[in-house]
C-alpha cells in the first residue's frame, strides 16, 4: 500500500524557516516525480513544487521562488521541502503527492494527510 | 499561468440526481485535465485522469468528458457519501493549476 507521511510542520514567525519532509513506502520512490501543493485554511489547492526523479531537477511557483527549496533523499525514500522567509500568506495545509503517468499525462495518484505550517507573530 | 474556472463554485442536488460540474481552461490544455473529490478535513482523491479515464476503485457512476478548454465532471446517480469539494487541475504545463473548487451538498 502506498504510503505518504508528511511531518515537519508547526507555528512560525514571519521570516522564519521550516523544513517539511514527506515518508514514502509502498511504492518505487526513487522512480517517481514528486510534488507538494498546498491549501490556505478554507480555500482552494495550490501547486508549490516539483521535483524529477533523481532530484537533479525542480520547478516552484513563482510565489515561493526564491524562498522554498525542494529536495530528496532516495535512500531515505524522503521528499523534503526547506521553507525560509516565511510569510502570513504561506500559512496552509502542505501536502506531499506522488505522480503517476498516463498516455503521457501526469496525475496525482497518491497525497499524504498534510502537514499545517502557520507563520504567525 | 494557464486559468481553471470552474462551474458552479457550489451545487445542492438530492439522492439520485444526475449533477454536472464543468472546467475551463484558459488555453487549450488537450486531454491534459484531472479531477479530485476532497472532503473536509482530508486529503484530496483522483477520480478522473486524462479528462475521462476513471481511477481504479472510483465508482462508474463518475465520468469525465472534454479536450481542449471544456471539461465536464459527471456524476450520473448522487449517492450520500459524494459530498465534498472537486477540483480539476490541469498538467499541461508547470505551474499546475487548480479550479477553484465546486462545493457539492446533498439535499
Known amino acids: 500500500e502506498v504510503q505518504l507521511v508528511e511531518s515537519g510542520g508547526g507555528l512560525v514567525q514571519p521570516g522564519g524557516s521550516l523544513r517539511l519532509s514527506c515518508a514514502a513506502s509502498g511504492f518505487t520512490f526513487s522512480s517517481n516525480w514528486m510534488h507538494w501543493v498546498r491549501q490556505a485554511p478554507g480555500k482552494g489547492l495550490v501547486w508549490v513544487s516539483r521535483i524529477n526523479s533523481d532530484g537533479g531537477s525542480a520547478a516552484y511557483a513563482d510565489s515561493v521562488k526564491g524562498r522554498f527549496t525542494i529536495s530528496r533523499d532516495n535512500a531515505k525514500n524522503t521528499l523534503y521541502l526547506q521553507m525560509n522567509s516565511l510569510r502570513d500568506e504561506d500559512t496552509a495545509v502542505y501536502f506531499c503527492?506522488?505522480?503517476?503517468?498516463?498516455?503521457?499525462?501526469?496525475?496525482?495518484?497518491?497525497w499524504g494527510q498534510g502537514t499545517l505550517v502557520t507563520v504567525s507573530s | 499561468d494557464i486559468q481553471m474556472t470552474q462551474s458552479p463554485s457550489s451545487l445542492s442536488a438530492s439522492v439520485g440526481d444526475r449533477v454536472t460540474i464543468t472546467c475551463r481552461a484558459s488555453q487549450s490544455i488537450s486531454s491534459f485535465l484531472n479531477w479530485f473529490q476532497q472532503k473536509p478535513g482530508k486529503a484530496p482523491k483522483v477520480l478522473i485522469y486524462v479528462a475521462s479515464s476513471l481511477q481504479s476503485g472510483v465508482p462508474s457512476r463518475f465520468s469525465g468528458s472534454g479536450s481542449g478548454t471544456d471539461f465536464t465532471l459527471t456524476i450520473s446517480s448522487l449517492q450520500p457519501e459524494d459530498f465534498g469539494t472537486y477540483y480539476c487541475?490541469?498538467?499541461?504545463?508547470?505551474?499546475?493549476?487548480f479550479g477553484q473548487g465546486t462545493k457539492l451538498e446533498i439535499k
Open positions: 487541475q490541469q498538467s499541461y504545463s508547470i505551474p499546475c493549476t
Open positions: 503527492a506522488s505522480v503517476r503517468y498516463s498516455s503521457g499525462v501526469y496525475y496525482f495518484d497518491s
